[in-house]
């Protein structure tokens, strides 16, 4: 399951994650009585979609750009009236794109440094592990192709929890000193407490920045959760949104199916995982394209 940046804000706010305010709204009216709010504060707009690449991805109705920075609660007015919605396309949507339901007005800061953090969980070690990069505000696969040396990755004892010395050794490696160091360690900590807390998959900050006037800010989040424990988690189910989910997929939630649609022509319906995996397998083998992964359970008679 995935959430919305307005609502990582929120559980930035109560891990004590630092990040910019800002205000959701599903209407133009709304956006410039969030603008007001933060009068006197240079401000940005942002669709809020669950995709990345916002800010260089297209309107179908024309519209450039899914962030903006804006000037005056007119202009937040403005921006959303061309941004709610309508179809946003980006590199990660696809040209099918995703329509915009709600914006986010948030405060604008300005920035000396942009950095990647990440925390997912690593399938070969069985652990969680810190991802980070001096190259921030970027496609991390594309550092990670292009520059793969200015990867971090520290990985964390699942029950040690994370330790000083390895806030230290991401801190050092990213070049963060004084209180910059100080700061980050904390935000590092509260982040991890958030990951473990929540049974988050994946947890995003892409840029995390340092700031002229001497702070650290988390300017992006992108989440993901375990939706095995879910369970546990009422309030962040109180937050999937599944107008963003593949209407398909929704559907199978219901009746308990592991589904996931493709973009083939040859539908699947397999009892059991691996003799799902498999079935693709061989339907890829053939020349063919799986038009779904469908495991109805295992106990099929």
Same mark, same amino acid.
């Given at each position: ?87 946003? &396309?980006?590199?990660?949507? +696809?040209?099918?794109?995703?329509? $915009? #339901? %709600?914006?986010?007005? @948030? ?48 990985? &964390?004892?699942?029950?040690? +929890?994370?330790?000083?010395?390895? $806030? #230290? %050794?991401?801190?050092? @490696? ?128």
């Amino acid at each position: 399951m995935n959430i919305h940046e307005y609502q990582a804000k929120e559980l930035f706010d109560r891990f004590q994650v630092p990040s910019p305010k800002g205000k959701v709204a599903s209407t133009p009216a709304e956006a410039e009585a969030a603008a007001r709010e933060f009068a006197g504060s240079p401000l940005v707009i942002k669709a809020q979609v669950h995709a990345g690449g916002r800010g260089k991805g297209h309107f179908k109705n024309g519209f450039k750009g899914g962030v903006h920075l804006i000037e005056s609660p007119e202009q937040a007015a403005e921006f959303a009236s061309k941004m709610l919605n309508e179809t946003l &396309v980006t590199v990660q949507t +696809g040209e099918a794109g995703r329509v $915009v #339901r %709600k914006v986010m007005v @948030a405060e604008a800061v300005d920035i000396t440094h942009e950095y990647y953090l990440a925390i997912l969980m690593d399938r070969a070690t069985c652990r969680p592990v810190i991802v980070a990069s001096t190259e921030g505000g970027m496609n991390i696969e594309d550092v990670a192709h292009n520059t793969p040396e200015k990867i971090i990755r520290q990985f &964390v004892h699942p029950l040690l +929890g994370l330790q000083a010395y390895e $806030v #230290r %050794k991401i801190t050092a @490696a990213l070049g963060l000193t004084g209180d910059f160091a100080k700061q980050f360690a904390k935000l590092l900590g509260n982040l991890y407490r958030l990951f473990i807390s929540c049974d988050c998959s994946m947890l995003e900050i892409n840029p995390l920045v340092t700031t002229p006037d001497g702070r650290v800010l988390a300017l992006d989040a992108k989440f993901g959760f375990d939706d095995n424990a879910l369970y546990r988690h009422s309030d962040i189910v109180a937050m999937r949104d599944k107008e963003e989910e593949d209407p398909r997929e929704v559907a199978a939630s219901e009746y308990e199916l592991n589904y996931i649609g493709l973009d083939g022509n040859i539908a699947c319906l397999v009892n059991g995982a691996g003799l799902a995996m498999a079935t693709m397998d061989i339907i890829k083998h053939y020349g063919g394209e799986p038009a779904n992964f469908l495991d109805v359970g295992g106990g099929a008679s």
